[in-house]
């Protein structure tokens, strides 16, 4: 069965420090993988994604994914967290059920406080 | 600009009464998607659709009801045989076409509460 999970639901760093947001995945084939991000009461806005190539993907406000293929990870990473960035994050995978389309299976999201 | 607009943003609703839900995008997407979003469970999807006339059900899909009569619309109707109908409700769209990479654009959601 395919899945996603986010083990934390609450990940806390100070401003400055480095972050870091888990993802692991489970799929038959290979993986399209995807971050986003969600403000309160706002819709999700698309972060980054991971279909083939490099390991490390960069993508928006200085967010970056690590994916790794042995461990079946894919954790968002930032070097150096802001204030403006506490906000849910959702891993996803896309879901290969029922034919080549984009649906795309969810994590349970993680809450990210940043500190000032 | 390009985007899907959702609408209500927030609707109050008795028990027993349906409400449609309305999603439009003018990004020129095959393919729209409505998602269900509960605390503490992710997203689930409800209802999606590749083209117009076609829907498909997602994990979801009871005691909802959709129509895909335009490639702009994706209009989603609560039923009251909906059990538990108070959530954030997400419609999304994205690309079918060769060499799309999957990514979903959403809308800003409109929050149902049941009375």
């Known amino acids: 069965a395919q899945s996603v999970a986010q083990p934390e639901d609450q990940v806390n760093v100070a401003e400055g420090n480095p972050l870091t947001v888990k993802c692991t995945y489970s799929v038959s084939g290979n993986p399209y993988l995807f971050w986003y991000v969600q403000y309160p009461n706002r819709g999700l806005q698309f972060l980054l994604k991971y279909i083939t190539g490099d390991n490390l993907v960069k993508g928006s406000y200085g967010f970056e994914a690590e994916f790794n293929k042995s461990q079946t990870s894919f954790h968002l990473k930032k070097p150096s967290a802001l204030v403006s960035d506490s906000a849910l994050y959702f891993c996803?995978?896309?879901?290969?059920?029922?034919?080549?389309?984009?649906?795309?299976?969810f994590g349970t999201g993680t809450l990210l406080a940043v500190q000032p | 600009d390009g985007g899907i607009t959702q609408s209500p943003k927030y609707l109050f609703r008795k028990e027993g009464q349906n409400v449609t839900l309305s999603c439009e995008q003018n990004?020129?997407?095959?393919?729209m998607y409505w998602y269900r979003q509960d605390p503490g469970q992710g997203l689930r999807l409800i209802y999606y659709s590749q083209i117009v006339n076609d829907f498909q059900k997602g994990d979801i899909a009871e005691g909802y009801s959709v129509s895909r009569e335009k490639k702009e619309s994706f209009p989603l109707t609560v039923t009251s045989a909906q059990k538990n109908p108070t959530a954030f409700y997400l419609c999304a769209s994205s690309s079918t076409g060769s060499g799309r990479t999957g990514e979903l654009f959403f809308g800003e959601g409109s929050r149902l509460t049941v009375l």
């Open positions: 996803a995978v896309r879901d290969l059920r029922g034919g080549a389309t984009n649906k795309l299976i």
């Open positions: 990004l020129n997407h095959d393919a």
